[in-house]
């Protein structure tokens, strides 16, 4: 049991970039109640970065990305999982182990 306490309390990292391309590797350690934000502005940017996870919801990015006027954004909590999407079955395998560490910390 000890080793699930570890994957609920440890850092993720997250790829740390804001740019118009995809190819994103700049990587940065994040605090251990951070989730990795990719938030995609409408026709622009793509900003990658560590995020409070309570600060995941839309009103909340809304505040702190004023720039940004129409916006999709996605919150993970997985080692670099706000790459640029590569397939969707790797997005599925990391989504559902995310799950699994998650249905540890619970029980």
Same mark, same amino acid.
């Given at each position: 049991? /000890?080793?699930?306490?570890? +994957?609920?309390? /440890? ?8 740019? #118009? ?5 700049? *990587? ?10 990719? +938030? ?6 793509? #900003?990658? *970065?560590? +995020? @409070? #996870?309570?600060?995941?919801? #839309?009103?909340?990015?809304? *505040?702190? &990305?004023? *720039?940004?006027?129409? &916006?999709? &954004? @996605? ?7 706000? /790459? $640029?999407?590569? /397939? ?7 989504? +559902? $182990?995310? =799950?699994? =560490?998650? %249905? %540890?910390?619970?029980?």
């Amino acid at each position: 049991i /000890s080793h699930h306490i570890g +994957l609920c309390s /440890s850092a993720i990292r997250c790829y740390s970039c804001k740019d #118009y391309t995809a190819s994103c590797s700049k *990587q940065r350690d994040c605090s251990y109640d951070d989730a990795c934000l990719t +938030l995609t502005e409408r026709g622009g940017m793509t #900003y990658r *970065q560590c +995020l @409070k #996870y309570s600060d995941c919801e #839309y009103g909340r990015l809304a *505040q702190m &990305f004023p *720039q940004v006027s129409s &916006f999709t &954004f @996605k919150c993970c909590n997985s080692d670099l999982c706000n /790459s $640029a999407p590569s /397939s969707a079955a790797s997005s599925l395998i990391g989504l +559902l $182990a995310s =799950v699994g =560490v998650m %249905w %540890w910390c619970i029980h």
